[in-house]
């Protein structure tokens, strides 16, 4: 025994570089193979640009180009307008690991862990031993810094190699150049879904992509409004793990437990508290910084004993159906699609972590029958690219019956089969993603339950949609009979036999025996002189909303709608427009009797047999096509005598 | 020679005031005619022939097929009528392109307008031939010891004897052959034999079996003409000849065989104008398939289906079809005439067809 053993192994126990901690992990990274290592780059690039861009309330214009596609070696560049990044921060960002502003804030962002972008520097430099390159400019008429960061792998720091100001034509932004191996070839599709993607969720952004070969590719910006900035919350009782509670009391400024628990965590008022110290039998008086591990574990257990109430969801910031549907029109215009259907779920909680669904379905067009339907996922605005199989959205699609909407699906149970492309969009303060690459949602109940209610939704608009279609097709037909083949059939009979034409009213009323509704919608640009500035809604949004929108210049959505009693008796009945939330009304005629954010009523006087009524208004602070179709509801008449319009259920 | 037209005149001109009246009634245009269809066709004890039943169907302005058909109903008939006031005549085809010019009363296809031209018989129980109108071609044959006497173009009497006067496709026989335009002279034949197929009507041709055996050949040209039918059934009722139809043995070639001896369910309101009802079935029958061993094909899905549909079918519920088509569709074969030449080309003549003519009792010699 002339060695202890503890000193040989301690020769051999040291830090591990993050190189090697790199290296062994970079599949899980999403590092794996050429191809993920090309979109992955892409993606924390375009992330960080994004984020930095909306935490300042700039419209995101960002330019992403690839470039020297030879060897399996590519220079990727991603260029933003945000608000550029602090000379003595560059290094840290982009050349150390886990390190970022994000990663103990709960709230809705899009990179958490701060691996992201330094990830994609240290990858370069291990494939290609080349150094990235950082451009930063944070102020107009101050020059822009470059610098040239490596980063050294055995102390997780920042090197810089070089570092110099040059002028940039900017105002302000950010630019970083790194050089990887990745296979370009078999990647570009990818990148391209993947900036075509984000587009759609990030509407506010302007996406520019330039290829090897020089093709360029714009993604426009479709709305000039921010998100609604995402707010800090506190931690919620529910959702706390022991270590973090532990963690959280040691740093506490609180001398009591009970000011501790209200002061740090959400949802914890007075009657809470005390309930939660009397089911842990704890004194809420304890000093939280001296209180032993079983205090604490009884402390945790009672979170989950007692009813707490759910954190507060606003601090959400989820897209809106009406920007869904236009980012969905706008990058589906190709296919020209039959319609397009939107849904958004109230915010709901999971463990303590609030979430929101948004979902949306485009249909038809020339979107392939035969093939499963084109599933998009997004998480907190990023795309989802891999692991579809194993994400919660598409075991929830994979739950509904979506035969009786229309779709093929084998013993109604799997991705369902036909022209459609379905999108789903969660938002939360924390997305539990199945694995650190954050490719798939995993399966928590709630989350499932409320895909599933949203779709649902999306699917009963599909139905309606589609039976609307098939009723006003068979109407169409009738119009046609009564205005064209009838009167014709009449002057050939008549003429034949020397007579005069006769008069066809009755019969036409006859054959219609429907009260018919047939709408137009037009749009009217506003040239607005003045240069507008970005809006960036703040909470609470509800009263400041509709403010903000009239400034903005656009189009007023002018809805004629024109309703003719094709009925034998004369009928009189209420109307109601549907009408977006976020629609300002201008012009109504004739008067209704009520106008609320979500409808406008009229009670409409009598319409005799074979008579015409028009009824009209004007929508304002949409974009032209975002409001696209009528959606009619009719009341005090029979539904079944009204083609155009359903019946009203209440609201 | 000219025709009096009046009475067609006043039959189309009686379907315009039915609509203008109910025009004039406030009531939504109709007319109404017997469901053109298989579940509608009646076996007339007093003519011997199928005839469409009581079951009818309205064609109403209510629906935009209805309203359409009625304004096309009209267009045809004042197109019909001008061609009676300028003494035209036009073939279905023409008539078909002509529709075109119709607007939106124009066909989409041939089919639609050649069978609003046969509704327009159903209606007003006149002929396609009072409304001016002709099939584009028929090209039915016949050789035989036959002397046809027809009218020809310029209005000269021309005698044709079906085997001296004509070549080896024989005489073609004319969309018109009523009385006026076609008799029959000097006929010195036992019977017709009605043949489905070009291939073996050319065979018993060049074996001569028109002479050595007495008979009339008829080429049917597939499923026969109007023409075809009615020459067949003048030649039988004037000439008193035996019609036995020879076809291939598949549930296509029945049909054939139905329409000659039955009537055909798209002309049942003309079948007993059309249709010859002491014609008989020859061959070939599935049961040859069996007792003459030919070579066969297999039946499709299609012909399975259309052997099911025949046993449905009124015209085919006597024993010997319902036997013949339950064998057929046990043995899931089919066969042709021409399988026939399995055992030599004069097989047909020298065996075969003597064998079944005993069969049905008209072999001599």
């Known amino acids: 025994m002339s060695k202890i053993a503890a000193y040989e192994l301690a020769k051999k126990q040291k830090e591990i570089s993050v190189a090697e901690f790199f290296e062994r992990n970079k599949h899980i990274l999403g590092f794996g193979n050429p191809t993920r290592a090309l979109i992955t780059s892409v993606k924390e690039g375009v992330d960080n640009s994004l984020d930095a861009c909306e935490e300042v309330g700039i419209l995101p214009d960002i330019n992403v180009e690839i470039r020297n596609h030879e060897d399996g070696e590519c220079k990727i560049i991603v260029e933003d307008n945000g608000p550029g990044i602090i000379k003595q921060q560059i290094p840290h960002i982009f050349g150390r690991l886990l390190y970022g502003s994000r990663f103990h804030a709960i ?40 610098m040239e960061l490596a980063i050294d792998t055995n102390k997780n720091r920042p090197e810089i190699l070089n570092e110099d100001i040059i002028h940039w034509d900017k105002p302000t932004g950010t630019r970083i150049e790194v050089n990887i191996v990745a296979d370009y070839t078999r990647g570009r599709r990818f990148v391209y879904d993947y900036l075509q993607s984000t587009s759609i969720v990030n509407p506010h952004a302007q996406i520019v992509f330039r290829e090897p070969d020089g093709t ?47 002061k740090e965590f959400s949802s914890m008022g007075e009657r809470t508290t005390n309930a939660v110290c009397e089911t842990a039998q704890l004194d809420k008086n304890l000093d939280p910084k001296k209180m032993t591990r079983e205090q604490f574990l009884a402390l945790h257990q009672a979170f989950k004993k007692v009813k707490i109430m759910a954190p507060s969801t606003d601090c959400l910031s989820p897209i809106g159906e009406t920007l869904i549907k236009r980012s969905l029109k706008h990058e589906t215009k190709d296919i020209s699609p039959e319609f397009i259907v939107t849904a958004t779920r109230p915010p709901s909680v999971y463990s303590g972590n609030p979430f929101q669904v948004e979902v949306g379905v ?260 949409l974009n032209k096509g975002d409001f696209d179709e009528n959606d009619l509801y009719v009341e005090n008449i029979n539904p079944a005598y009204v083609i155009g319009a359903d019946k009203w259920e209440g609201e | 020679m000219m025709r009096d037209y009046t009475h067609v005149i006043e039959k189309l001109d009686g379907i315009a005031a039915k609509i203008y009246n109910d025009l004039i009634n406030n009531e939504i245009p109709f007319i109404r005619l017997p469901t053109r269809a298989k579940s509608n066709i009646r076996f007339d004890e007093k003519l011997n022939v199928w005839k469409y039943g009581k079951n009818t169907a309205e064609r109403s302005a209510k629906s935009l097929d209805g309203a359409n058909m009625l304004l096309r109903t009209m267009y045809m008939i004042e197109f019909i009528k001008s061609m009676i006031k300028t003494n035209k005549s036009s073939t279905l085809r023409e008539m078909y392109y002509i529709s075109e010019g119709w607007n939106l009363a124009k066909f989409n296809s041939q089919q639609e307008s050649d069978l609003l031209a046969e509704d327009l018989e159903v209606i007003t129980r006149c002929m396609r031939e009072d409304f001016k109108l002709r099939p584009e071609e028929d090209g039915a044959r016949i050789i035989g010891d036959i002397t046809i006497e027809e009218v020809t173009r310029n209005g000269t009497k021309k005698k044709i004897h079906c085997q001296d006067d004509v070549g080896d496709a024989g005489y073609s026989i004319p969309y018109n052959v009523e009385p006026e335009k076609i008799s029959f002279k000097n006929v010195n034949a036992d019977f017709i034999l009605a043949i489905e197929t070009g291939g073996m009507f050319d065979r018993l041709a060049e074996n001569n079996f028109d002479e050595t055996h007495n008979a009339i050949l008829i080429h049917l040209k597939g499923q026969p003409a109007r023409s075809t039918r009615r020459f067949i059934k003048r030649l039988n009722e004037e000439k008193n000849l035996p019609v036995l139809v020879f076809t291939d043995c598949d549930p ?47 039946l499709t899905k299609e012909d399975i289906k259309a052997l099911k549909s025949e046993l449905a079918d009124p015209r085919f519920q006597d024993p010997f079809w319902k036997h013949e088509i339950k064998l057929q569709l046990n043995l899931g074969k089919k066969s042709e005439q021409q399988a026939l030449a399995k055992y030599g080309l004069d097989y047909v003549t020298d065996t075969y067809l003597p064998e079944k003519l005993a069969e049905v009792g008209i072999y001599k010699k």
């Open chain 1, 107 to 146: 709230r809705q962002s899009r990179g958490q862990q701060g691996i992201g972008i330094s990830a994609v520097v240290l990858y370069g430099q291990l494939t290609t031993g080349k150094h990235t390159r950082i451009i930063s400019k944070i102020k107009e008429d101050r020059p822009a810094v470059v």
């Open chain 1, 216 to 262: 360029k590719h714009v993604f426009e910006r479709t709305t000039d409004i921010l998100p609604r900035k995402s707010v800090e919350i506190k931690p919620h009782p529910h959702g706390i793990e022991l270590g973090t509670l532990i963690k959280m009391a040691k740093h506490t400024n609180s001398r009591k437990l009970s000011a501790f628990l209200k």
């Open chain 1, 362 to 621: 485009v249909y038809g067009g020339s979107l392939p029958k035969d093939k499963p339907v084109k599933l998009l996922r997004f998480a907190n605005r990023v795309p989802l690219l891999y692991q579809q199989g194993d994400c919660v959205s598409t075991s929830a699609i994979s739950d509904i019956d979506w035969r009786r909407y229309g779709l093929e699906q084998p013993n109604g149970k799997g991705i369902p089969i036909g022209p459609a492309i379905f999108l789903t969009h969660v938002s939360s303060t924390l997305i539990p993603f199945t694995s650190e690459s954050k490719e798939a949602i995993a399966d928590i109940p709630e989350i499932e339950n409320e895909i599933k209610l949203a779709f649902r939704e999306c699917a009963r608009k599909m139905q309606s949609h589609i039976h609307k279609k098939v009723r006003r097709a068979k109407t169409r037909e009738k119009f046609e009979l009564i205005t064209k083949i009838l009167p014709e059939i009449a002057k050939k009979s008549a003429g034949m036999l020397n007579k005069p034409i006769p008069i066809l009213d009755n019969i036409i009323t006859k054959i219609m025996d429907v009260v018919w509704i047939e709408d137009l919608i037009e749009y009217e640009k506003i040239i607005n002189p003045e240069k507008h500035h970005p809006t960036q809604t703040t909470l609470p949004s509800a009263d400041t909303h509709p403010i903000d929108r009239e400034r903005e210049p656009g189009y007023i959505t002018k809805s004629t709608i024109m309703i003719v009693n094709y009925k034998r008796k004369p009928q009189r009945f209420n109307l109601y427009a549907v009408i977006p939330e976020d629609a300002v009304v201008g012009t109504v005629t004739p008067k209704p009797v009520k106008i609320t954010k979500n409808y406008i009523k009229w009670r409409l006087d009598t319409i005799p047999p074979a008579n015409k009524v028009d009824v009209y208004f004007e929508l304002a602070g």
């Open chain 2, 252 to 298: 296509w070639s029945y049909r054939i065989f139905a329409s000659i001896a039955y009537g055909a369910i798209k002309t049942a309101h003309i079948s007993e104008y059309l249709a010859t009802p002491a014609s008989q079935f020859l061959g070939v029958t599935p049961s040859d398939i069996e007792n003459y061993k030919l070579p066969t094909d297999k």
